[in-house]
């Protein structure tokens, strides 16, 4: 069946960095467009951005310019590289195949998640 780790969360400070993870397992990964979401506490969960089979990407406006998503096909890895963080991005990140065509998360199957946590 589909699993989903995700992992390289933490505490940073505003203004630092992070790098997530996702590797994935039971799908063909390289046909598969790739999105990271977040669910802040108490909000629904949210689409950040998602990375399509060529390469090409997308992201929700709150962070454009900062946030930046790659793939590495031989290890089923996705990846999303936090830049300048702010405390309104403390929430946990979780990835999932994106629908064709869409943004909404293909699977009901998601992993544990990684929390970042952003704060002085």
């Known amino acids: 069946q589909v699993q989903f780790v995700e992992s390289g969360g933490g505490l940073v400070q505003p203004g630092g960095s992070l790098r997530l993870s996702c590797a994935a397992s039971?799908?063909?990964?390289?046909?598969?467009?790739m999105g990271w979401y977040l669910q802040g506490p108490g909000k629904q969960r949210e689409l950040v951005g998602f990375?399509?089979?060529?390469?090409?990407?997308k992201y929700a406006d709150s962070v454009k310019g900062r946030f930046t998503i790659s793939r590495d096909n031989t290890k089923n890895t996705v990846y999303l590289q936090m830049n300048s963080l702010k405390p309104e991005d403390t929430a946990a990140y979780y990835c999932?195949?994106?629908?064709?065509?869409?943004?909404?998360?293909?699977?009901?199957?998601w992993g544990q998640g990684t929390q970042v946590t952003v704060s002085a």
């Open positions: 999932n195949v994106v629908t064709p065509g869409g943004t909404s998360p293909l699977f009901n199957s």
């Open positions: 039971g799908i063909i990964f390289n046909i598969r467009a």
């Open positions: 990375i399509n089979v060529y390469g090409s990407t």
